[in-house]
T-cell receptor
Framework: DSGVTQTPKHLITATGQRVTLRCSPR?????VYWYQQSLDQGLQFLIQ???????AKGNILERFSAQQFPDLHSELNLSSLELGDSALYFC????????????FGPGTRLTVL | GQQLNQSPQSMFIQEGEDVSMNCTSS?????WLWYKQDPGEGPVLLIA?????ELTSNGRLTAQFGITRKDSFLNISASIPSDVGIYFC????????????FGAGTRLTVKP
């Protein structure tokens, strides 16, 4: 158990819909990262937040957005969903967000029908 | 963005054999990490490397931070069935310490 929690574990929705994925970092970690992993693909970095502020952006679509709240939990919002958005979405956390290591949550499996 | 080049893509080995995999980049990296991912689970950190030339072990696993800072290696000795999974390398490039790049993974199958 990494100490990072993600909800829900599974999500099935239809094209055009909007969903919210939730992540709680490890106790004491200030940085949260979001990743997308498509079937048999590597991890694609989406976005990073540090202590409530956006720190870095990766391959995140404009239809996707995220935020980190004062209690440090984070939400990833995916809108106007397309079939190709079906994937595992992982959240990771780290203490500071620079050279320290990241610890991953169990992931949310999103299926868009 | 540019991902890391990880090889081999997959390996099929007999229990007891040693395994080697590597990760390369065209850019210099400050940090190299190795993760293992089981089906339906999140990646679990195995080894973290922070200095060129660093050699670090975690049980039967040994990883090295390449001298050129453009590569890293992971070795697994005396493989066992529970080593099955996907191994990912990851790293922070020197040109952007906020960024984390991942390899596509090495899928390891261990035959008893």
């Amino acid at each position: 158990d990494s100490g990072v929690t993600q909800t829900p574990k599974h999500l099935i929705t239809a094209t055009g819909q909007r969903v919210t994925l939730r992540c709680s970092p490890r106790s004491g970690d200030l940085s949260v990262y979001w990743y997308q992993q498509s079937l048999d693909q590597g991890l694609q970095f989406l976005i990073q937040y540090y202590n409530g502020e956006e720190r870095a952006k990766g391959n995140i679509l404009e239809r996707f957005s995220a935020q980190q709240f004062p209690d440090l939990h984070s939400e990833l919002n995916l809108s106007s969903l397309e079939l190709g958005d079906s994937a595992l979405y992982f959240c990771a956390s780290s203490v500071s967000g620079y050279t320290d290591t990241q610890y991953f949550g169990p992931g949310t499996r999103l299926t868009v029908l | 963005g540019q991902q890391l080049n990880q090889s081999p893509q997959s390996m099929f080995i007999q229990e007891g054999e040693d395994v080697s995999m590597n990760c390369t980049s065209s850019s210099i990296f400050n940090t190299w990490l190795w993760y293992k991912q089981d089906p339906g689970e999140g990646p679990v950190l195995l080894i973290a490397l922070y200095k060129a030339g660093e050699l670090t072990s975690n049980g039967r696993l040994t990883a090295q931070f390449g001298i050129t800072r453009k590569d890293s290696f992971l070795n697994i000795s005396a493989s066992i069935p529970s080593d099955v999974g996907i191994y990912f390398c990851a790293g922070r490039p020197e040109y952007n310490n906020n960024d984390m790049r991942f390899g596509a993974g090495t899928r390891l199958t261990v035959k008893p």
